[in-house]
């Protein structure tokens, strides 16, 4: 059985410094933090990374705060000028000033830090900018919003070497005390092995922003979490970082085969032998290669991007989210341009409501939609919506991170795909990232290639690459084990009396999502649960015997009450889509089956009314 943390607060995976979910693991625990409750908000290690501040990046806003910010200021950090930039812009179109005479407006700085010139990688061994967006305390909200709907922020692994850097003794108590100077002495290196356990107590994590007692005695430092992971983590010294990433963009655009079990710690071996398979026979659509892939910081930034390009490459429109996707991807559409025609339930009279909209001479700029859709699981009719965007001059951008290139085959009626590698493709809950895929046999593939090259930026951190490299090397195995555990999952719930409905692609519009599943494909790892009453979802996800908390796609088995945890301001709109406030969702992971099925039915005793 795969180690989950149960401890409110704590991560998910346990002792996992930059893990990308925490342990909600009651119904309560989730309503109150929505509420803002402080039992719950003061117990968290960490958070689904766009949504909580990692404590890392918090060390290091209280720094750039020292040195830069005025009273009654704060900000946020971004890896890129252009990231910072339009952080900025954000805030000047939706923050107001309560005086709007005397309150100061949003402003940026940057600071620079120089790693020593021995440090562990030639890669990092460049100066390192870090982009402040420095705004008045009370538009906190405005800017993590941008921060949360764009995923533009500053990676928490990137945030944590910086504050290596800083916090040598010859520079770091003189630096965060003074504020002064770039830091471009070579720093020394200390390393410390012992005691590399991270326990959950939340108690043991530093509290305070400052750097002083930055490494406790039960935190591991920068350099022990480092040593660990090259010399036991399997993972690859950060220096093969941009090989790393060719390696991702391969797996990821279809044309990697599987390396020989004896290779596959060799990144120059898989990135100059050809390991290629059939680029058509793997993602449907030949000529797909490489340079067709661009990588993210995250999944939502592929996203958020992708429509940036549309803006960028054509007149400003409006943009179409067609059924009911995960929040922040309709939140982009309708804060960054003009705005978007949204068809919530996705079916195919909604299609037609939109080709009404389209004879009436209304033009778009793309239509966004999930294969399937989070978290109902509804397919979309690719093959109509394609003909209306070929027919009517639009582009469709497909996000196939629930149905993965796995299981279904979806580039072919796309323009672009994106994807969350945070998920499935990573599986091990510990870093962030996302891609973008351009279908090369597309109209405007030439007009779209101009663009990102003029306007791209490779804001994925080094370190993180690493990591989802070493992840993603067992992913189609992976994903064989969860399709099966998920199928038997729905299967048994599926003809339970006390379960409402069971939403997953082999009973939601199966007619649909057989037309686009491979041969050998299955119906991916996720599913949703409704009970019959508000009382039962409680009582069957307090005793459900797994990992809870946000984010999907993870090795081990994951659950939340997905409509509390992303509506629930906004309750009774999403119950107008079919999204109800008791929809519990599951992430299935790679437990035996047998005991997966005995823990949910357990869970199911549990319900009583």
Request: proline fraction near 5%; aromatic fraction near 12%.
């Amino acid at each position: 059985m795969i180690e989950s943390s149960t401890e409110l607060g704590c991560s998910i995976p346990a002792n996992t410094p930059h893990a990308v979910s925490v342990a909600l693991p009651k119904w309560q625990d989730n309503v109150d933090y929505e509420e803002g409750k402080e039992r719950v908000l003061s117990r968290m290690v960490t958070g689904y990374p766009r949504f909580f501040i990692h404590k890392e990046i918090q060390k290091l806003i209280s720094v750039c705060n020292r040195k830069f910010a005025k009273p009654e200021e704060t900000c946020l950090l971004f890896p890129t000028r252009k990231a910072a930039q339009r952080c900025k812009e954000f805030l000047n179109s939706y923050y107001i000033p309560s005086a709007p005479a005397t309150q100061m407006r949003p402003r940026l700085a940057e600071i620079s830090v120089i790693p020593p010139k021995d440090d562990v990688s030639p890669t990092l061994s460049k100066l390192i900018t870090l982009h402040v967006v420095l705004f008045p305390e009370d538009a906190f909200k405005i800017a993590k919003s941008f921060w949360q709907h764009s995923g533009e922020g500053i990676s928490s692994r990137m945030a944590e070497y910086i504050l290596w850097l800083m916090q040598t003794q010859q520079y770091g108590q003189s630096y965060l005390e003074n504020g002064s100077g770039a830091l471009s002495r070579r720093l020394s290196f200390k390393n410390r092995y012992s005691n590399p356990k991270v326990f959950c107590s939340s108690q043991l994590y530093e509290q305070s922003s400052t750097l002083e007692g930055h490494a406790s005695l039960n935190q591991p430092t920068f350099e022990e979490n480092r040593y660990v992971e090259e010399r036991y983590g399997r993972n690859l010294h950060i220096a093969f970082a941009d090989k790393a990433k060719v390696v991702l963009k391969r797996r990821i655009a279809g044309t990697m085969g599987v390396a020989d079990k004896t290779e596959i710690d060799d990144l120059d071996h898989m990135v100059s032998s050809d390991l290629a398979t059939s680029s058509t026979a793997e993602r449907g659509v030949s000529d797909v290669t490489e340079d067709d892939v661009y990588l993210f910081s995250c999944g939502m930034n592929a996203i958020f991007h992708a429509h940036h390009y549309l803006l960028a490459a054509f007149p400003p429109r409006k943009s179409v989210c067609f059924g009911f996707t995960y929040t922040d991807s309709l939140k982009v559409l309708q804060k960054f341009g003009p705005g978007c025609f949204f068809f919530g339930n996705g079916s195919s009279e909604e299609i037609d409501e939109l080709e009404k909209i389209l004879e009436a001479g209304e033009k778009i700029l793309g239509l966004f939609c999930e294969f399937p859709s989070n978290p109902l699981c509804k397919s979309p009719d690719l093959k109509r919506l394609r003909a209306l965007a070929d027919k009517y001059d639009f582009l469709m951008v497909i996000d196939e991170t629930l149905g993965n290139f796995i299981n279904v085959a979806v580039l072919e009626w796309a323009d672009i795909l994106v994807s969350s590698l945070t998920k499935v493709f990573s599986g091990d809950s510990n870093v962030m990232g996302g891609s973008m895929v351009l279908n090369p046999q597309r109209k405007y593939y030439h007009k779209l290639k101009d663009v990102i090259k003029a306007e791209y930026e490779d804001n994925l951190w080094e370190e993180d690459a690493i990591f989802l490299e070493r992840n993603s090397r067992t992913f189609r195995e992976r994903i064989a084990k969860i399709d099966e555990n998920a199928e038997a999952l729905c299967d048994f719930l599926n003809d339970h009396p006390k379960v409402k409905k069971v939403y997953y692609p082999k009973y939601i519009t199966p007619d649909i999502y057989l037309q686009y599943k491979k041969a050998k494909g299955g119906y991916g790892g996720l599913f949703s649960l409704t009970f019959h009453t508000d009382l039962a979802s409680e009582q069957f996800f307090d005793a459900l015997p797994a990992a809870k908390g946000p984010s999907l796609g993870t090795n081990f088995t994951l659950a939340c009450p997905y409509t509390i945890l992303a509506h629930y301001v906004e309750l009774d709109w999403a119950a107008q889509y079919g999204v109800e406030k008791g929809l519990v969702r599951v992430s299935v992971g790679l437990e035996d089956k047998d005991i997966l099925l005995d823990n949910f039915a357990k869970a199911l005793d549990a319900i009583k009314q």
